[in-house]
Nanobody
Framework: QVQLVESGGGLVQAGGSLRLSCAAS????????MGWFRQGPGKEREFVAG????????YYVDSVKGRFTISRDNAKKMVYLQMNSLKPEDTAVYYC?????????????????WGQGTQVTVSS
């Protein structure tokens, strides 16, 4: 099992940047696929980006491609989401998720373990 804690959210102007961090605990973290999801006001939770256990495979939804970068440091048990050129429509609660089943195909990562979320607000 793994526990996840996100940090790094906040208020930023459109065009700005934020870096989200996800700290994981648990011995098996390095074998899990990891992902970032978000839930905007009045919207369903959606997949944003995924990364394989090794970090060699990443996947992004079209709306963030070229602006967001997911990465991981297995030695530190950390996952990151670098968000650049932020837009007001990126406003959401961002969740880190761990997936013990989909470990190699980043686009297939779903959430079996979840963090509590961190709020990102982008002002226009």
């Amino acid at each position: 099992q793994v526990q996840l804690v996100e940090s790094g959210g906040g208020l930023v102007q459109a065009g700005g940047s934020l870096r989200l961090s996800c700290a994981a605990s648990g011995r098996t973290f390095s074998s899990y696929g990891m992902g970032w999801f978000r839930q905007g006001p009045g919207k369903e939770r959606e997949f944003v980006a995924g990364i394989s256990w090794s970090g060699s495979n990443t996947y992004y939804v079209d709306s963030v491609k070229g602006r967001f970068t997911i990465s991981r440091d297995n030695a530190k048990k950390m996952v990151y989401l670098q968000m650049n050129s932020l837009k007001p429509e990126d406003t959401a609660v961002y969740y880190c998720a761990a997936d013990p089943r989909h470990t190699t195909q980043a686009m297939s990562v779903t959430g079996e373990y979840w963090g509590q979320g961190t709020q990102v607000t982008v002002s226009s």
